[in-house]
């Protein structure tokens, strides 16, 4: 799943080529995708993109309109969704159902994206609308811990009386907005926390820790994001993991075996030594814990 680094990485690219561009065409190849009805898709044509920011894992695509209206293009890649961009945008027709393309647009100098989703399992979600708060993801989300950086005070509080295992609270975005799956795994490696560890029962001196490595963490990966055009961004994020999608390879901080809990629709990679005192965690799927 894009996370913050990557959809900032986006959003970055977007704004650079974006800037004054006019939508000469929108065709949805999804209906299914589409979760508004007004304005209407068709609205967005003649339209001028004003800029391109980011709530949590949406993109914001701001227009205005031929009749003078603000009208938001806002899109989540879910899972496995992901935006391809042309410099110029193929002629060739798009079969709904017969291709993993979503949406396209169409810009006035020839370029263009396609939004599209793999596999049979379709969370995609595009939005038309003129207030980007009326989107439900958006708002019920939690704070940007970049926009301005959360501060360990911030964060204190957001950890405080919450019973819950932190792993899973860096993923709660009415939380925390833009973390995920992988880079909360990243965070809890580098800040030397059990995924299982409960929120509320973290001392002074772990708070601190993974508020430092969340800060960090994301910091550097939006570094590495940026600038880069989307068809490298999601190998710039494989290369930077070092414990998801790792699983069986060395860490790279102490040289044990990176290990996994599988749950139903996704999984965990950690380090033994460095998060858990060296004892292998519960894998979901024995429902107990290894010896």
């Not at 003649?46 to 695509?61: L, M, P, Q, S």
């Not at 263009?112 to 038309?128: C, N, R």
Request: charged share 25%.
């Amino acid at each position: 799943m894009p996370e913050m680094p990557e959809v900032q990485g986006l959003v970055d690219y977007l704004d650079d080529r974006l800037a004054a561009r006019t939508i000469t065409k929108t065709t949805v190849a999804s209906i299914a995708a589409l979760k508004t009805f007004d304005p209407p898709i068709h609205a967005l044509i003649d339209a001028e993109v004003r800029g391109v920011t980011r709530h949590g894992k949406f993109i914001d695509i701001l227009t205005l309109t031929s009749a003078g209206d603000e009208v938001h293009l806002i899109f989540h890649l879910a899972k496995a969704g992901w935006l391809r961009w042309y410099d110029a945008l193929p002629a060739t027709a798009i079969k709904p159902g017969r291709t993993p393309i979503a949406l396209r647009i169409a810009f006035d100098d020839g370029s263009g994206f396609d939004l599209t989703e793999a596999g049979t399992k379709k969370s995609l979600a595009v939005y038309v609308t003129r207030d980007a708060q009326t989107v439900p993801g958006i708002a019920r989300l939690g704070p940007d811990p970049l926009r301005p950086p959360l501060s360990l005070e911030e964060f204190r509080t957001m950890l405080a009386g919450r019973r819950t295992q932190i792993k899973g609270l860096l993923r709660d975005q009415s939380i925390i907005g833009g973390i995920g799956n992988a880079y909360s795994d990243e965070i809890l490696h580098a800040a030397k926390l059990s995924p299982y560890a409960i929120a509320a029962t973290l001392g002074e001196e772990e708070t601190a820790r993974l508020h430092q490595a969340m800060i960090d963490t994301l910091t550097h990966a939006v570094s590495v994001a940026s600038g880069k055009p989307p068809a490298e961004l999601k190998d710039a994020k494989r290369a930077g993991m070092n414990v998801h999608a790792q699983a069986g390879k060395p860490c790279p901080v102490c040289g044990d075996t990176v290990r996994s809990v599988f749950f139903a629709d996704r999984s965990l990679e950690y380090c033994p030594t460095c998060q858990t005192g060296g004892k292998p965690l519960a894998d979901r799927r024995l429902s107990r814990l290894l010896k």
